[in-house]
């Protein structure tokens, strides 16, 4: 690298351990410096004398893919997605999935990029009664039933499985595939067999984030190219704007994709490590996915 004093490192030595638990045991041991860790392993790796750190790294919850109708009619009618927001409680599921090490959220951004809005963490608040009340309105007062694909990894399963449940109180069944590996979920999610499909997606700048989500081209999170000519104008414009105008401009991107629920996100969670701290300095996280092992992270 081009920078000499930010090259720390001799060699990097990347173990693969398939127990989660196995592999904290490995850093507590000495054996590797630093882990990713899952939530129900935080305590024990602070018990154990290492440090834990993290920040928002993905979001997850359930994409309303089929917004034209194709195989899901009901999808069709805003009332109907904007329904299953309403009938979601975010604040419960992150509890149990993720414990304290996450948020619930409506929105597809995570703070400190540049389409985050605050005000739309809590855009649906949990209200099953006008959940109800939307379906009638729109022609479904006994609910419906549909397809579902999830992804059984990272815990995106837990998450749409909750929804599921939550979903059944008002009426709204799922059939549910589930994929085990990334290769089956890209075949599903890209077959146009599924309208609705659980999602894990990292934090990522609005630009990057609407090629897969918002604009009219088919991609695994928006496999029906769904078109929606204002969204499309709106992120055009955005694109073309100088950097301190972006901003605000994404930020009503995601206000307007919010507010015609093309999905239902349900919490955005933290990416957790573990690490000896009494032999790395540097060793921080930013919202995205990894930290900066190469040139950040240092020998102490």
Known sequence: YWDKKKIHWK?????VVANPNSALQAVKTGQADAMAIN????????????????????????????????LAAPLKDVRVRRALNYAVDRAAITKAVVQTHGHPTDQISLPGLDGFVDDYDNHYPYDPAKA??????AGYPHGFSLKMEVQGFFGIDLVSQAVVQQWQKIGVKADVTTDTS????????T??????????YGGAPTYTLALDWMLPH???????????????KMLAK???ASPHEQRALYQDAMRYVVDQAWFVSVLRMDGLFAYNGKKLSGFTTAPSYLPDLAWAVAPK
Request: aromatic share 8%; proline share 6%; net charge positive.
């Open 39 to 70: 939530a129900n392993q935080v305590d024990t790796a602070k018990a154990g004398g290492l440090q834990v750190t993290g920040t928002p790294n993905a979001f997850l919850g359930v994409n309303l893919a089929d917004r034209n109708g194709s």
């Open 182 to 189: 990334v290769g089956q979920w890209l075949a599903s999610a």
């Open 132 to 137: 109800k009340k939307l379906l009638a309105e």
């Open 11 to 15: 060699k990097v030595v990347i173990k």
């Open 238 to 240: 955005a694109n073309a």
């Open 191 to 200: 077959s146009k067999k599924y309208p609705v499909l659980g999602f894990g």
């Open 218 to 232: 088919p991609t695994a999170f928006n496999p029906y190219a769904t078109s929606d000519p204002k969204l499309t």
